[in-house]
């Protein structure tokens, strides 16, 4: 008898404990953080131009802009006979942005908009290294084979 009552409970406990397990496919509102990303990220990159590495422009200049937005990273290599990187940027058409007192304000890069103002993010100017500037890209004159990045920065 005493057998039969600790196999009868044994096999209670076990049920029970299955139906307290955690299933997260089953659940709704659980805080997986990763679905949360994947759909960030891939809303951000919805409205882009280019989605992998390409060649833009022509000219006897050449810049590798590296565009990172989340955690995807596309390089742009613009060709262009503009010394100016500002201009060159202007010229190309994946860059779109506003004269400020600073001079061009990015706000759209790759079809990829971060306007400060609106939704808190901004496009940070970084050298090749992804060292931050102390320039504008007003600022950067162009020596032939030049390397930076614009980077989607949320506040």
């Not at 496919?25 to 809303?43: F, I, K, R, W």
Request: charged content about 20%; overall charge negative.
């Amino acid at each position: 008898m005493k057998k039969l009552t600790a196999l009868v409970l044994s096999v209670l406990m076990m049920f029970s404990l299955v139906a307290c397990s955690e299933n997260p496919s089953s659940q709704t509102g659980t805080n997986d953080n990763s679905q949360v990303t994947e759909n960030a990220e891939t809303d951000l990159w919805a409205d882009a131009i280019y989605t992998e590495d390409t060649e833009v422009g022509q000219g006897a200049n050449t810049v590798a802009i590296t565009v990172v937005a989340e955690e995807k990273s596309i390089v742009i290599t613009l060709k262009t006979d503009e010394t100016n990187l500002g201009q060159a940027l202007r010229k190309s058409g994946f860059v779109q942005g506003s004269d400020g007192d600073y001079g061009l304000y990015i706000s759209h890069v790759n079809g990829i908009k971060a306007v400060y103002e609106e939704d808190g993010a901004y496009w940070s100017f970084l050298d090749g290294e992804g060292n931050y500037m102390s320039t504008g890209v007003d600022g950067i004159e162009l020596t032939g084979n030049d390397a930076y990045q614009l980077a989607y920065t949320p506040a």
